[in-house]
């Protein structure tokens, strides 16, 4: 099958095993993507045959029948499917959908609210369109306390000698500072759009947290699930934080983002009790990404430090992730460091942070990117942006960021002493640039590091891993 394209080879899968139910959910799926109703539908009552209380393909006749104009039998479907009991968010938006269509806009949001009441990443683009900002106050509050099927929290006995901490911990609740719902507008504020290179971990996080929601049946196929961990690494100013952040706007789901106050507590015991209920509030919420920056500073190298209380916090880091596996959370932990060295080898371990990403400085192509997006609000005279990135090898976003705010500085002040505003000029920019020393080369140098020569290879993160960890080898290995 070398001469068929992905939707050919999966037809073909399915004409020589017509019996595989995953096989036909996938093809019916690809076949709606292609806006083929009829042979989507033919592929969905065909796993009815085998599996007549299919849920996934009982929505799926009733798609089919919604887009054809036929409200009344997808409507019909996707009663049959509650019918069967323990709700299903899908459901509740295909009828949702029915009922506007039926001009019933009354019902069609209580359906709605419902939807979102069971799974809180739900989202169809007519009703985000219809409802606006009541489909923001339809999804449910941030929850502290666990639903469904989610594990209980544990005893705390070996704590239970030592003081109570003061402020809100102490009610056993965690209430996160920084918290993005579907729907909140304020998580679109940086994107990965808004970021230049790190194509491949932009993909990476996609695939874990994204594509899952997008594409369940195909996932489902393939026994992946969503969730997981990545640990960002490497020189500061090279866009991990930045990239953090920018997820917030990409994952149609709950967002949680840990600041290192919210764990650490001066009494003993307490920042063991605080990060698992940070963990706990993350399972209440899944599917959700977890963040923490300065990873470094939570998950420090166990045979380097003799601290008591920071190995406890270690082994309960470990401990959450690994429950995390177990109980097959919806939970993506994202976490950066500048410091790769100093964390404890056992993140490294399968089912904990499994990909390891190199953040370095980027390469000529993203810093190309970089240099434009950086340029688009600025009055720039003639400027060209690929001479700009040939000159400003190893620099980092952070670096290309002061190059541009320096030259606006410099050209500010000439226009105020001139009384005469003008543009930035392309030699402002480059003379910036030829007098800053790159962040990176610095961060070298004070890690005790050799300076790598400067060039424009376009995997340059791969060699920041070498350098970064040769003297290091046992943690990144």
Not at 53 to 82: K, N, W, Y
Not at 161 to 169: F, K, L, N, Q, R
Not at 314 to 328: G, I, K, Y
Not at 367 to 372: N, S
Request: hydrophobic share 40%; net charge negative; aromatic share 6%.
């Amino acid at each position: 099958m070398s001469g068929l394209n992905s939707f050919d080879a999966l037809r073909a899968a399915v004409m020589q095993s017509p019996d595989q139910v995953s096989l036909l959910l996938l093809y019916a799926h690809a076949c709606m993507e292609r806006r083929d109703w009829v042979e989507a539908r033919a592929a969905f009552e065909r796993v009815l045959v085998f599996e007549p209380d299919a849920a996934d393909a009982q929505l799926g006749v009733a798609r089919v029948l919604l887009h054809q104009g036929d409200v009344s039998g997808a409507a019909v479907r996707a009663e049959r499917v509650l019918q069967q009991g323990g709700g299903n968010a899908s459901a509740h938006v295909i009828l949702s959908r029915v009922l506007l269509a039926e001009g019933d806009r009354a019902r069609s949001l209580e359906h709605l609210q419902e939807a979102l009441r069971l799974d809180g990443s739900v989202c169809d683009a007519v009703l985000e369109r219809e409802f606006g900002a009541q489909l923001r106050e339809a999804r449910p509050a941030p929850s502290t306390e666990f639903t469904g099927e989610s594990p209980p929290s544990e005893p705390e006995s070996s704590t239970a000698e030592y003081a109570e901490p003061a402020g809100p911990e102490a009610g056993g609740e965690w209430r996160p500072e920084v918290f993005f719902s579907p729907g909140d507008p304020a998580r679109l504020a940086l994107g990965f759009d808004d970021i230049g290179g790190l194509d491949e971990i932009k993909e990476e996080i996609r695939l874990k947290m994204v594509y899952p929601l997008q594409f369940p049946d195909l996932y489902r196929a393939y026994g992946k699930r969503m969730g997981g961990g990545i640990l960002l690494h490497g020189p500061p100013g090279c866009g991990k934080t930045m990239l953090l952040r920018a997820v917030a706007a990409e994952v149609p789901c709950n967002y949680f983002s840990v600041g290192l106050h919210e764990i650490f507590d001066p009494y003993l015991g307490s920042c063991e009790r605080n990060l698992h209920q940070i963990f706990q509030t993350a399972r209440a919420n899944a599917p959700c990404v977890l963040v923490f920056d300065h990873l470094d500073s939570l998950a420090q190298d166990r045979r380097l430090t003799r601290d008591g209380p920071m190995r406890h916090l270690v082994n309960q880091f470990l401990h959450e992730m690994d429950s995390l596996r177990a109980d097959q959370q919806r939970v993506l932990v994202l976490a950066a460091t500048n410091q790769p060295w100093a964390l404890d080898p056992a993140f490294r371990r399968p089912g904990r942070f499994d990909q390891v990403v190199a953040v370095g400085p980027p390469d000529d192509r993203a810093r190309e990117q970089i240099v434009m997006l950086q340029a688009r609000d600025k009055p720039i005279g003639q400027f060209d942006a690929s001479a700009l990135a040939l000159a400003t090898p190893g620099f980092s976003g952070a670096d290309l960021r002061h190059v541009f705010e320096r030259s606006a500085e410099l050209t500010l002040a000439a226009a105020i002493h001139g009384g005469q505003p003008t543009p930035i000029a392309m030699e402002t920019l480059l003379q910036v640039a030829a007098a800053h020393q790159p962040a990176a080369e610095r961060w070298e140098q004070m890690c005790g590091l050799e300076p790598a020569p400067l060039d424009a290879n376009p995997a340059p993160a791969r060699k920041a891993v070498d350098r970064v960890s040769a003297p290091h080898r046992d943690p990144l290995t």
